[in-house]
């Protein structure tokens, strides 16, 4: 095509036909350009036909992460509602409000962790800043793990505070023993993908009052009943709303991909 271009060139130029050959000049100038916006614009759908790609790939890996963290949260909230359940009873017994005894090493409780997934958000928010087109969309998911999961993972793990196993534990050291018979904390549901999580069935001896009157005459225990009561009510509160912003998330996050 070059040298067909170089011979009609070559021959205006000799026939001194140079206002053609200014004009071919131009025409050939222009065609080029077209021919280089073409292929930028070819490649400019090329890129944005993998951008979204890599969007819909990075959004169903968010929601598939939210959907695995709902099965730990769920767990936890369960576990934190009987440990709350058994509280109230044990402190109702003890200001002799009721005689109803609980199970006393449910009322013990377990030392819960919160562990959630973060690999493609932590990719979105490393590695693909501004990948996602819809904005308000990007904000919820940012402020979810954000601040949500952050909070909720410090309040479970990292705050002593909150660490209600802990301060309980020299308490029921001191006033009771270890009974026979055991007992099944909340087990995972059969549905948990086995591959996701460790198998964290397990049994536990009961507990058994030492001196149930003593018990009562100690009023130490008694307010940290009360208080653990009360901060277990918060934990409770903010996993529902967790888990109520986890399937308003996922909602949004299918409506996007549809």
Same mark, same amino acid.
């Given at each position: 095509?070059?040298?067909?271009?170089?011979?009609?060139?070559?021959?205006?130029?000799?026939?001194?036909?140079?206002?053609?050959?200014?004009?071919?000049?131009?025409?050939?100038?222009?065609?080029?350009?077209?021919?280089?916006?073409?292929? #930028?614009?070819?490649?400019?759908?090329? &890129?944005?036909?993998?951008?979204?790609?890599?969007?819909?790939?990075?959004?169903?890996?968010?929601?598939?992460?939210?959907?695995?963290?709902?099965?730990?949260?769920?767990?936890?909230?369960?576990?934190?509602?009987?440990?709350? $359940?058994? $509280?109230?009873?044990?402190? %109702?017994?003890?200001?002799?409000?009721?005689?109803?005894?609980?199970?006393?090493?449910?009322?013990?409780?377990?030392?819960?962790?919160?562990?959630?997934?973060?690999?493609?958000? !932590?990719?979105?928010?490393?590695?693909?800043?501004?990948?996602?087109?819809?904005?308000? #969309?990007?904000?919820?998911?940012?402020?979810?793990?954000?601040?949500?999961?952050?909070?909720?993972?410090?309040?479970?793990? &990292?705050?002593?505070?909150?660490?209600?196993?802990?301060?309980?534990?020299?308490?029921?050291?001191?006033?009771?023993?270890? %009974?026979?018979?055991?007992?099944?904390?909340?087990?995972?549901?059969?549905?948990?993908?086995?591959?996701?999580?460790?198998?964290?069935?397990?049994?536990?001896?009961?507990?058994?009052?030492?001196?149930?009157?003593?018990? *009562? %005459?100690?009023?130490?225990?008694?307010?940290?009943?009360?208080?653990?009561?009360?901060? *277990?009510?918060?934990?409770?509160?903010?996993? !529902?709303?967790?888990?109520?912003?986890? &399937?308003?998330?996922?909602?949004?996050?299918?409506?996007?991909?549809?």
């Amino acid at each position: 095509m070059s040298r067909i271009f170089h011979r009609i060139r070559q021959r205006m130029v000799k026939e001194d036909r140079l206002s053609r050959y200014f004009l071919y000049a131009i025409g050939e100038i222009v065609l080029v350009v077209i021919g280089i916006l073409i292929a #930028l614009q070819v490649n400019q759908w090329n &890129a944005e036909r993998k951008d979204r790609g890599h969007e819909r790939l990075l959004l169903e890996q968010i929601r598939d992460d939210l959907r695995l963290d709902t099965l730990d949260l769920r767990y936890n909230l369960k576990l934190h509602q009987q440990v709350l $359940e058994q $509280e109230e009873i044990l402190l %109702a017994l003890l200001l002799q409000e009721s005689t109803t005894e609980p199970d006393y090493a449910m009322a013990f409780g377990v030392d819960a962790v919160l562990m959630t997934h973060r690999s493609a958000f !932590q990719s979105l928010q490393h590695y693909d800043v501004g990948l996602l087109r819809n904005d308000q #969309l990007k904000r919820r998911i940012s402020r979810h793990f954000d601040f949500f999961y952050e909070a909720m993972q410090l309040l479970e793990n &990292a705050t002593p505070a909150y660490d209600l196993y802990s301060r309980k534990a020299p308490y029921f050291e001191k006033h009771f023993r270890v %009974a026979g018979g055991t007992n099944t904390p909340v087990t995972r549901s059969e549905d948990t993908p086995a591959e996701e999580y460790m198998d964290v069935t397990m049994e536990r001896r009961s507990l058994e009052p030492v001196d149930l009157e003593g018990m *009562r %005459a100690d009023q130490g225990f008694q307010v940290l009943l009360s208080e653990c009561i009360i901060q *277990r009510n918060v934990f409770i509160a903010f996993y !529902q709303e967790v888990l109520d912003r986890v &399937a308003e998330l996922d909602r949004e996050i299918t409506a996007a991909l549809e």
